[in-house]
């Protein structure tokens, strides 16, 4: 399973920082990603990174201002949001184990979600 926490409320330009901690199986050999979805629209990728923490991706939208790391001896993925801003508001998903694309929401597993809201 798969545990997201670390959302909540936040001004615009604030920071937060989430956590997906993974548990059941070990994950450490698996990419992990962060997407989110706003209410009314479609799930959308944030960032991903590979097994070993040695390649990142993010999209446009988040680029130099989000950072996705990992701790494998924790089994547990974060991402780093700084400069929010109100469109950054969504639930935020954390999924391992990506079926094709890292950048399509096919992953095996997800977390349940966290909410993150950017107030402006």
């Known amino acids: 399973q798969l545990q997201a926490y670390g959302g909540g409320l936040v001004q615009a330009g604030g920071s937060l920082r989430l956590s997906c901690a993974a548990s059941?199986?070990?994950?450490?050999?698996?990419?992990m990603g962060w997407f989110r979805q706003a209410s009314g629209k479609e799930r959308q990728f944030v960032a991903a990174?590979?097994?070993?923490?040695?390649?990142?991706y993010y999209s446009d939208s988040v680029k130099g201002r989000f950072t996705i790391s990992r701790d494998n001896a924790k089994n547990t993925v974060y991402l780093q949001m700084n400069s929010l801003k109100p469109e950054d508001t969504a639930v935020y998903y954390c999924?391992?184990?990506?079926?094709?694309?890292?950048?399509?929401?096919?992953?095996?597993?997800w977390g349940q979600g966290t909410q993150v809201t950017v107030s402006s």
């Open positions: 999924a391992v184990h990506p079926m094709g694309n890292y950048y399509l929401p096919t992953y095996a597993y």
């Open positions: 059941g199986r070990t994950f450490s050999t698996s990419p």
């Open positions: 990174i590979t097994w070993s923490g040695s390649s990142t």
